[in-house]
């Protein structure tokens, strides 16, 4: 298990505000383990370019990027949340996530989570919805204390 998680703040984008309480939202969880350590602050420092584009994205509700501070300082991520997935695929078709992806290619293994949740209640006036239930969801996966993947899941049913 990881020691601990080193994480920025949420950067609210420009669907945040006009999320309101009970909307449905789309959370992605990412994790990028490279080969070799080293690699790692060239992916952190990518991870942050994006983040001050991401933004620009329509339906962007929030993003929190976060790297392994324990003993295997190969891993590193983002938590995105967003209106629907089809937004989502706009962000992964975005010609600067695409070179950022193709830059790593072969350098490391990448994997992903998604989940459909409700947003809760903003925690102020200028705040974007909370978002520590999401945080929560995320940790959970980035520890391992729930598994990535319904077929991570032994003997849980596929369903039809």
């Not at 992916?43 to 976060?66: K, N």
């Not at 978002?131 to 729930?146: K, Q």
């Amino acid at each position: 298990m990881p020691s601990g998680i080193l994480k920025t703040s949420w950067s609210y984008g420009p669907a945040a505000h006009g999320t309101g309480p009970r909307a449905a939202l789309v959370v992605s969880v990412t994790e990028f383990v490279t080969h070799r350590a080293w690699g790692t602050p060239a992916v952190a420092a990518e991870g942050m370019r994006l983040r001050r584009s991401w933004p620009l994205t329509p339906g962007a509700v929030a993003v929190r990027l976060w790297m392994d501070k324990g003993f295997r300082l190969n891993r590193s991520g983002s938590v995105t949340v967003w209106t629907d997935e089809a937004s989502l695929m706009k962000f992964v078709a975005r010609p600067d996530h695409m070179r950022v992806v193709r830059a790593f290619r072969g350098r490391g293994v990448m994997r992903s989570a998604l989940r459909e949740t409700v947003a809760a209640a903003p925690s102020g006036p200028a705040a974007g919805p909370d978002l520590t239930p999401v945080w929560a969801y995320a940790e959970r996966i980035l520890t391992g204390a729930e598994p990535w993947s319904r077929e991570d899941v032994v003997g849980l049913d596929p369903g039809p």
